[in-house]
Nanobody, 122 residues
Framework: QLQLVVSGGGLAQPGGSLRLSCAAS????????MGWFRQAPGKEREFVAG????????HYADSVKGRFTISRDNANNMVYLQMKNLKPEDTAVYHC???????????????WGQGTQVTVSS
């Protein structure tokens, strides 16, 4: 059974950076498009970024475009989210999940796992 464990969250100042990691275990994700999602307190979970299985195409939410970069390392079953120029509105619990192959923003796995808290505050 696939397990996705997210790490790398924490407290950052506005304008700061964080790098999130998503480690997959149980089976390979090398042939699956993957993505990042986030959920802020009192809000619905929203799409952040997606990447095709080979990494050749990415898709970002408008709110993070130009600041966040999704990448993957299929050899090590990892997916990453580099976040720069963080803003207070980026504060949320971040999750990784599989995504659809076409638009790259629809989650495909039922189990969201624990996620990692990102807090942006001065």
């Amino acid at each position: 059974q696939l397990q996705l464990v997210v790490s790398g969250g924490g407290l950052a100042q506005p304008g700061g950076s964080l790098r999130l990691s998503c480690a997959a275990s149980g089976r390979t994700i090398s042939r699956h498009a993957m993505g990042w999602f986030r959920q802020a307190p009192g809000k619905e979970r929203e799409f952040v970024a997606g990447i095709t299985w080979a990494g050749g195409r990415t898709h970002y939410a408008d709110s993070v475009k130009g600041r966040f970069t999704i990448s993957r390392d299929n050899a090590n079953n990892m997916v990453y989210l580099q976040m720069k120029n963080l803003k207070p509105e980026d504060t949320a619990v971040y999750h990784c999940n599989g995504v659809d192959q076409i638009i790259l923003n629809q989650p495909t796995y039922d189990d969201w796992g624990q996620g990692t808290q990102v807090t942006v505050s001065s």
